[in-house]
T-cell receptor, first 116, second 109 residues
Framework: DVKVTQSSRYLVKRTGEKVFLECVQD?????MFWYRQDPGLGLRLIYF???????EKGDIPEGYSVSREKKERFSLILESASTNQTSMYLC???????????????FGDGTRLSIL | SQQGEEDPQALSIQEGENATMNCSYKTSINNLQWYRQNSGRGLVHLIL?????REKHSGRLRVTLDTSKKSSSLLITASRAADTASYFCATSTGNQFYFGTGTSLTVIP
């Protein structure tokens, strides 16, 4: 079974802090993703990575950066946390796209981040 | 935004009844996937339907896709209390996925 592990279930930080959210997958997946989930807005893609050291912006990258130094680990960084970044953050991984078919994404259980 | 939209936003049914959720999207797609999310947990993949398919079954799940109307539906037959969850459709272009806002399903025992 694929396991995607997010380092924290709950996290409380202060405005202006640099925040690191870590995600590790154990199935040698090429693709990894970071989403945020807010009520009424669904899931929105922040960044994704299709290979080590590769990254692409999603729909809402502002205020975030990512790092993928190893295939199994994808980190989301809030450079200077703000209250509007309070949200549920979900990490996912998948095999690379085959032809025109996107592979199912496997999700972690999320990190509920509060910025005070 | 290329985000899809599920309808209804919330649905409440009795155990044993069927539940139908709809998804509309905006652009051409390669395939469409349905996911489920239990409260406080991550999403779990349920089923994938390719753009050249019209219908697909998996256990108690039946998914249809109408690319001319840019819509899909998810039918859960003989619902159980354990089916209570939020359900999301996801469309994809290239490597990117676009998730809808979800349908919250409550199955009353």
């Amino acid at each position: 079974d694929v396991k995607v592990t997010q380092s924290s279930r709950y996290l409380v930080k202060r405005t202006g802090e640099k925040v690191f959210l870590e995600c590790v997958q154990d199935m040698d997946h090429e693709n990894m993703f970071w989403y945020r989930q807010d009520p009424g807005l669904g899931l929105r893609l922040i960044y994704f990575s299709y290979d080590v050291k590769m990254k692409e912006k999603g729909d809402i990258p502002e205020g975030y950066s990512v790092s993928r130094e190893k295939k199994e680990r994808f980190s989301l960084i809030l450079e200077s946390a703000s209250t509007n970044q309070t949200s549920m953050y979900l990490c996912a991984s998948s095999l690379k796209t085959l032809g025109q078919v996107n592979q199912p994404q496997h999700f972690g259980d999320g990190t509920r981040l509060s910025i005070l | 935004s290329q985000q899809g939209e599920e309808d209804p936003q919330a649905l409440s049914i009795q155990e044993g009844e069927n539940a139908t959720m709809n998804c509309s999207y905006k652009t051409s797609i390669n395939n469409l996937q349905w996911y489920r999310q239990n409260s406080g947990r991550g999403l779990v993949h349920l089923i994938l339907i390719r753009s050249n398919e019209r219908e697909k079954h998996s256990g108690r799940l039946r998914v249809t896709l109408d690319t001319s109307k840019k819509s899909s539906s998810l039918l859960i037959t003989a619902s159980r209390a354990a089916d209570t969850a939020s359900y999301f459709c996801a469309t994809s272009t290239g490597n990117q996925f676009y998730f809808g806002t979800g349908t919250s399903l409550t199955v009353i025992p």
